[in-house]
């Protein structure tokens, strides 16, 4: 059964530095990818970054980007440059070919002005 | 633009009633899903479907149950309101496991 860990129920920065977000995950399948949500208060889910797992090279997205180990099977979020919007709730998501997702518990970030 | 439409928002029923919670999408997505979401758990997969005439149940499904009659709709039915289903629902759907969901809004329902 495919799993997903985050062992930081809430984090906290200051505005204009960097945070990192752990998350390990457990899969079965060969071929996977591994998602990053993020949910504000608002409670939309809104898709921050995707991993194909049959690449090596980090995904990237403007301010956020990932640290993929495969053999480790982490896949971490770093926030750069935090801004006063991306506090929120950060979900880790794992995905294959049942194309059915499996989340993680989240991680609840502040961000202090 | 397309998109995918979750009613009520929020939603308080009491104990032992039928409850019935709409999806609408317009992606033409196959794949459609629905999760609760609940502190301390994430989202928890209650039920899917890949298609018209398709559905299949995930890890939480005792109490509820879905119907795919055409491609842009998947409701959730809960048989029998209990205390234990008040949580956010949440329905999502995708074209191919690789790119994601796109989710709804999501509901908050309350069982009293």
């Known amino acids: 059964a495919q799993t997903v860990t985050q062992s930081q129920p809430e984090m906290s920065v200051q505005e204009a530095e960097t945070v990192t977000l752990s998350c390990t995950y457990d899969?079965?399948?060969?071929?996977?990818?591994l998602f990053w949500y993020k949910q504000p208060p608002s409670r939309q889910m809104i898709l921050v970054i995707r991993?194909?797992?049959?690449?090596?090279q980090n995904a990237t997205e403007n301010r956020f980007s990932v640290n993929f180990q495969k053999a480790a099977k982490s896949f971490s979020l770093k926030i750069s440059d935090s801004q006063l919007g991306d506090a929120a709730m950060y979900f880790c998501a794992s995905g294959g070919a049942t194309n059915k997702l499996i989340f993680g518990t989240g991680t609840l970030l502040a961000v202090q002005p | 633009d397309a998109e995918i439409t979750q009613s009520p928002r929020h939603k308080i029923t009491e104990t032992g009633r039928q409850v019935t919670l709409a999806c609408h999408q317009t992606?033409?997505?196959?794949?459609m899903f629905w999760y609760r979401q609940d502190l301390g758990h994430g989202l928890r997969l209650i039920h899917y479907?890949?298609?018209?005439?398709?559905?299949n149940k995930g890890e939480v499904s005792d109490g509820y149950s879905v119907s795919r009659s055409n491609t842009e709709d998947l409701p959730l039915t809960l048989e029998s309101a209990a205390s234990s289903q008040t949580s956010v629902y949440f329905c999502a759907s995708s074209e191919t496991g690789s790119r994601g969901y796109t989710f709804g809004s999501g509901t908050r329902l309350t069982v009293v």
């Open positions: 479907s890949y298609g018209v005439q398709d559905t």
């Open positions: 992606w033409n997505h196959n794949n």
């Open positions: 991993q194909e797992a049959y690449k090596q």
């Open positions: 899969t079965s399948e060969s071929d996977y990818y």
